[in-house]
């Protein structure tokens, strides 16, 4: 992206996050700011310096006072790649920077907006975009997830920004993909609704699904047994997916359901194998003939197996500190993480060392991009010719990446996201999946039917060398090797960048894991995780819940998940751009490195009380939920 020049008009979060973005992957970024929106941008560094700064830094920054200024503005689109535009729709034209003002005068431009709404929304094309005006006409805050519903609250507030942060981010993998397809001369709208919805598809997808892939707390709602007591509603949680609380009395989050090694690694590191193994019998969850149709490898135990094991899970954790836990079973390989507050993660030494959070001198605070490139090498950037050996497929040379193959290796949400989302730009994608399943169906499947859109499918077993022959046949052709794993498990399968130049020298890594940054070290970085589990570590759940003694999963299933695939995709995007200009690179991106960006204000120094816990509505008096005659609004 080096070269690439880009104009910023906008204020609050979406537009000026997605020139972060880009500045982080290289671009030369000059934000716009009118005379009075600087002078209101330093009275509200008072409060947020940490935050104005990050969000600034390595931007140029101007002040135009328009339209009185419109030449020098238009000297700066003349000059520009892309614009951003993220005020109220209709603003930057009534300035006299319209999208056909500023394309006539740079036909090359690519002009990015980022409305509330799209424009084409007759009922609420004009409605001001706070994140929590389109979360509330969403209906997030009244679909706060099975907890919420379970406990009889019919409406409660979330002061993550998700919609500026998703739009954002959407935003940067539509630009890139634009440049690297030669989309020139563009109108790009990213309206903040549409990324909302779309990253949170999993609470928007409704089919019948037979009663055994139902957790206890999706069959109490199916029976409408609800609302029910805090007391009740922990004995609703899978033994397997839960907080437990630890000797020094801080929250540990567990989360193996759906995968029997994890499973089976929780109980061994915990000392507890031949008590649960008494009570659960190993089984496997694809034999319909299997009975009892739960135990280890399930992702749900039955309510009379959960009554036993979850007394037996909880005394164990009880023995020791949540960090010593932590620690055990992150190096078994089995996910967990101890909750903490934001402030705490973001002084944490894995943070820290893994350069997710960086600490200046003067104590300011910066966090890491969403996405980074890693391990530069020179490379000739003349395209080589393509043969016939890549099976065949219909044609997408129309599309952004109409001429990328990518081979997927990824699995659960997050990581084939970063296919999915490739696939939406045109790439060709062929999903490698195991001959046997490693998660259970209500992985496997129900989580696969949004992140294998647009895929292609193959079975093999790359361990074996007639699958890894297979595989490498793909590779020799591919453009881009998406997997989700660690280091260490990129090397026992034979993928590291060493590994791939002896098959084939073009073919970009992109490498996603839970909590890798920058720096490619730290203790976590060989631990695998979940969205759930960055949740807990990096304090969205011990806001969410109100204190770490009450700590709650942020509401939505994949909260993180789908956006992190969505950040992978663009990482993706720019290494293919590096390689063009003669650089091949490995693209790297993590849950934690975009969690991070779910609750940007939060990150920086100052301890943010608001929109804390399940009674919460709102920030204060006049921005809040309220319930009225006919139902609740959002003030």
């Not at 204020?11 to 997605?18: C, D, E, H, I, M």
């Amino acid at each position: 992206m080096e070269g690439t020049r880009v104009v910023e008009f906008g204020t609050y979060l979406a537009g000026p996050l997605l020139g972060k973005h880009l500045v982080r992957f290289g671009c030369d970024v000059t934000s716009v700011l009118r005379p009075e929106n600087a002078r209101g941008a330093a009275a509200e560094r008072a409060w947020s310096m940490e935050m104005e700064d990050d969000l600034h830094a390595r931007k140029h920054r101007v002040e135009l006072d328009l339209p009185r200024q419109i030449d020098e503005a238009m000297d700066l689109v003349r000059a520009s790649d892309v614009l951003i535009d993220n005020f109220s729709t209709g603003t930057l034209a009534r300035l006299g920077l319209s999208v056909s003002a500023c394309l006539a005068a740079n036909p090359n431009l690519i002009y990015v907006t980022l409305p509330g709404y799209a424009q084409s929304d007759v009922e609420y094309a004009g409605v001001k975009a706070w994140d929590s005006v389109i979360m509330g006409l969403s209906g997030v805050f009244c679909d706060m997830g099975l907890n919420r519903t379970l406990l009889g609250i019919e409406a409660s507030f979330s002061a993550l920004p998700m919609a500026s942060a998703y739009g954002s981010i959407f935003a940067c993998l539509a630009v890139v993909s634009a440049i690297y397809g030669g989309r020139r001369g563009r109108h790009i709208e990213v309206p903040l609704a549409a990324a909302l919805t779309e990253a949170l598809v999993y609470n928007n997808m409704h089919f019948s699904m037979d009663r055994c892939y139902k957790s206890a707390r999706q069959s109490r709602l199916d029976h409408g047994a609800y609302p029910v007591s805090l007391e009740v509603l922990d004995t609703l949680f899978d033994p397997f997916f839960c907080r437990y609380i630890c000797a020094d009395k801080r929250p540990i989050y567990l989360v193996c359901p759906a995968h029997a090694r994890h499973q089976q690694t929780a109980v061994r590191v915990l000392g507890i194998e031949d008590e649960i193994y008494a009570i659960l019998p190993h089984i496997d969850p694809y034999d319909a003939s299997c009975e009892p149709s739960t135990g280890i490898g399930s992702a749900n135990l039955s309510c009379e197996q959960a009554a036993l094991v979850r007394p037996i899970l909880k005394e164990a954790f009880a023995r020791l500190d949540s960090t010593e836990w932590e620690r055990r079973l992150g190096e078994a390989g089995a996910p967990a993480i101890a909750h903490r507050t934001t402030q705490e993660w973001c002084s944490h030494p894995h943070a820290t060392a893994s350069g997710l959070v960086r600490q200046d001198g003067d104590g300011s605070t910066h966090i890491a991009p969403i996405g980074w490139l890693s391990d530069e090498e020179p490379i000739d950037p003349a395209p080589v010719k393509r043969d016939g050996e890549w099976p065949a497929s219909g044609a997408r040379t129309k599309a952004p990446l109409g001429d990328v193959r990518v081979v997927d290796l990824c699995n659960v949400i997050a990581g084939p996201s970063i296919g999915a989302f490739l696939a939406r730009m045109g790439a060709d994608v062929i999903k490698v999946d195991p001959c046997t399943p490693t998660y259970s169906p209500e992985v496997a499947v129900i989580y696969g039917i949004a992140a294998n859109l647009g895929k292609r499918s193959i079975l093999l077993d790359i361990m074996h060398p007639d699958g890894r022959n297979a595989l490498n046949k793909l590779l020799v052709h591919a453009d881009l090797l998406v997997v989700n794993c660690t280091r260490e498990a990129l090397a026992r399968a034979r993928l590291t960048r060493s590994d791939l130049k002896l098959i084939n020298p073009r073919l970009v890594l992109v490498r996603f894991d839970a909590w890798g940054g920058p720096n490619d070290s730290g203790a976590f970085s060989n631990y695998v995780g979940y969205d759930d589990n960055i949740q807990a570590g990096i304090g969205i759940q011990e806001r969410f819940g109100g204190d770490i003694d009450n700590v709650e999963e942020h509401a939505h299933i994949g909260t993180i998940d789908v956006i992190a695939g969505v950040a992978g995709a663009a990482t993706a995007v720019c290494a293919l751009l590096a390689r063009r200009q003669g650089r091949m690179c490995t693209a790297r991106s993590s849950l934690a490195s975009v969690g991070q960006h779910i609750q940007y204000p939060f990150m920086f120094r100052r301890e943010r009380t608001i929109g804390k816990g399940r009674e919460c509505r709102g920030t204060h008096t006049f921005h809040r939920c309220a319930f009225t005659a006919n139902g609740w609004i959002i003030m």
